[in-house]
């Protein structure tokens, strides 16, 4: 159970929740929704006891599983499949029984048999080989095959090891029974995935609250809502399902227009009274008293919900370059005996539309990440043609210096892009923040403040410095709210350069329109089919 009372948050000096009563009970599964940017991520963070209230009260019973939209947790040297393991503690258990076993076979002590024998009792205790059994069950429901499991987390793709936390969180939840709080769960999950977890969650019995932009998930899961609304700094709380909440809050808006245009009409009527009123000595005191019962009609209303800004999403000009501004050949990445691919060959022509295809673990970001000249491929070469400018969005955001501020990031970008960069003033850049809805102090925030829908916002806004002619692209609607995401579907059907795109999102790619695609793991470069969209949808 989580209990919280007078919780005010604040992110710099704006106010996201003020003096906020909420409460979490066993059988609750609530959808936290809202703008990008109103604080849904932050409130989870602080619910967790990941982030401190500016003020406030918060208790909590039971064990809590957290899933933050970034999870840099784990040792990159753990095996992932111990990870998950490690969520019941079962990890150490089976290696220290693997290291006896390997002395057993030269010392048949006593000392050592008892030590072997305790072991597996404390093993059996945990639930033992059934209990690997089940994280395995887990693991495979998430789209994380033997072969995933198997790698160092420090090999796996940031969709990988997201599911790989994911699978230790429910892992858990299996054995104890505690709150879930869960940030974007369907991030980088194939279609069979998602619908798994849908029925999981719809079963969960001990409290859930969930962040979420797919609408399917919270209709198929949600029982409560808590809506927070970034202009008035509180969260409405409905005890419905998704669509019936759908209903009744345009009912309640509504509504509230009505009752405030009502009473706002006879305000007026009583305002123009008391001037008229003013006029006359002897009725000053009336026209006082009828002012003030006229501000208080108006003060007693509801607020009426002003209208959600929307980020005004745009990519670059892009600077002339030649005919073809970037080629790969003989691309191939393994790590130890793996193989993720090989031998691949990319052509990226001026202008051109190129999606990477695959299914989860192909290496599709790690092809983008070699472009960008992020990561190096074990053989051949990545070449730069005449007037090439890339602009890189990262999917992890794993560009952006969580230390650095948001205008820090902008000046970089402005700086770094070429030879002699853009010259842009702090004055031009803020005037780009702002249409990504960085205003006032929100510049002077450092980026590991920031929301995963803020995080892409900037991140987005960096390229409009780039005058890049080629996008590499990695997931850019992910964490994006439905007026947000069509303002980057808009912005990439509307680029007149180049684009090479990585998304699970069927919507991204017919904004996209491609000419071509290259099929991972294969390497196989195509012209376009839309009977490919169903290859996305699987993915």
């Not at 001037?275 to 005191?285: E, I, L, N």
């Not at 060959?345 to 092809?367: F, H, W």
């Not at 329109?513 to 009977?531: F, M, N, Q, Y």
Request: hydrophobic share 40%.
């Amino acid at each position: 159970m989580i209990s919280v009372s007078g919780l005010e948050l604040r992110a710099g000096a704006r106010i996201l929740l003020s003096d906020t009563t909420l409460r979490v009970q066993p059988g609750d599964r609530i959808g936290l929704v809202g703008r990008n940017g109103a604080g849904k991520t932050t409130t989870l963070k602080v619910l967790a006891g990941e982030g401190t209230p500016y003020t406030g009260q918060i208790e909590t019973k039971g064990p809590i599983g957290y899933l933050p939209q970034d999870p840099r947790t784990g040792d990159p040297e753990q095996r992932a499949s111990d990870r998950v393991l490690s969520a019941r503690g079962l990890d150490v258990i089976m290696a220290e029984m693997k290291a006896v076993e390997a002395q057993l076979a030269t010392d048949h002590s006593d000392k050592l048999v008892r030590k072997y024998g305790g072991l597996e009792d404390r093993f059996a205790a945990l639930g033992g080989y059934a209990a690997e059994a089940e994280a395995a069950r887990i693991c495979s429901n998430l789209g994380l095959p033997d072969r995933v499991l198997a790698q160092n987390l420090g090999t796996l793709s940031g969709g990988q090891r997201r599911r790989i936390e994911l699978a230790r969180i429910l892992f858990s939840d299996g054995a104890e029974g505690g709150i879930l709080l869960l940030d974007e769960p369907t991030n980088h999950l194939d279609a069979d995935s998602i619908t798994w977890l849908r029925g999981y969650l719809a079963g969960h019995k001990s409290g859930l609250i969930v962040i979420s932009h797919d609408a399917s998930l919270l209709d198929a899961v949600v029982n409560k809502v808590w809506y927070l609304d970034a202009n008035r700094s509180m969260v409405d709380q409905y005890s419905l399902g998704w669509k019936a909440y759908l209903t009744q809050r345009e009912s309640d808006e509504r509504r509230r227009k009505r009752e405030r245009a009502n009473a706002e009409k006879k305000a007026g009527a009583l305002f123009a009274q008391a001037d008229k009123m003013r006029a006359k000595a002897t009725k000053t005191v009336a026209a006082q008293n009828m002012a003030k019962r006229a501000e208080k009609m108006i003060s007693g209303l509801e607020e009426v919900r002003a209208s959600d800004r929307v980020a005004k999403v745009r990519f670059p000009a892009p600077v002339p370059c030649g005919k073809t501004p970037l080629t790969a050949s003989g691309l191939s990445k393994s790590y130890g005996s793996l193989e993720i691919f090989t031998d691949v060959d990319v052509a990226v022509d001026r202008g051109s539309r190129v999606a990477i295809i695959g299914l989860n673990g192909a290496g599709k970001t790690t092809l983008l990440r070699m472009l960008g000249g992020v990561v190096e491929s074990d053989t051949g070469e990545v070449v730069a043609g005449h007037g090439l400018r890339i602009g890189y969005y990262a999917q992890e955001h794993e560009t952006l210096d969580v230390d650095r501020t948001v205008l820090d990031h902008m000046r970089s970008a402005s700086s770094a892009i070429g030879p002699h960069g853009t010259g842009q003033t702090d004055t031009e850049l803020r005037k780009i923040l702002g249409a990504f809805l960085f205003t006032g102090d929100d510049v002077d925030k450092p980026a590991g403040v920031l929301s995963g829908g803020e995080k892409t916002r900037l991140a987005l806004a960096g390229l409009v410095c780039s005058g890049a002619n080629v996008l590499l692209l990695d997931e850019p609607t992910n964490n994006l709210d439905p007026a947000s995401r069509e303002q980057v579907l808009d912005a990439i059907a509307n680029y007149p350069g180049a684009i090479v795109l990585v998304t699970h999102d069927p919507g991204a790619v017919l904004a996209l329109k491609p000419d071509r695609a290259i099929l991972l793991p294969d390497g196989v470069e195509d012209a376009w089919s839309d009977d490919l969209l169903e290859l996305i949808e699987l993915a």
